[in-house]
């Protein structure tokens, strides 16, 4: 069982930035790789970013030049920056670990215009 933990959520005016924060129960120095999504209200969830395991990375292309996915290898950690964030970007952020089944639980990002 593999465990993802979520943190830094939390509310930002509009033109802000937060820093998300995923946590891994094992090493992230062999998996393929993992990524961030987004869930809005009555909304499907969509691809943010993921960073392979060679740390290339791809945006999904509402956040392309505003979001920026990294990870700490030592740390088995990955890490979501998200600037000059949007209303739009308001969603519930999950952590996934690509080709498998396994989630975060998710935290919540609230953008006020």
């Known amino acids: 069982q593999v465990q993802l933990v979520e943190s830094g959520g939390g509310l930002v005016q509009a033109g802000g930035s937060l820093r998300l924060s995923c946590a891994a129960s094992?090493?992230?120095?062999?998996?393929?790789?993992m990524g961030w999504y987004r869930q809005a209200p009555g909304k499907q969830r969509e691809l943010v970013a993921v960073i392979s395991r060679g740390g290339s990375a791809r945006y999904g292309d509402s956040v392309k030049g505003r979001f920026t996915i990294s990870r700490d290898i030592a740390k088995n950690s990955v890490y979501l920056q998200m600037n000059t964030l949007k209303p739009e970007d308001t969603a519930v952020y999950y952590c996934h670990y690509e080709g498998t089944g396994f989630w975060g639980q998710g935290t919540q990002v609230t953008v006020s215009s």
């Open positions: 094992l090493s992230i120095v062999s998996i393929n790789a």
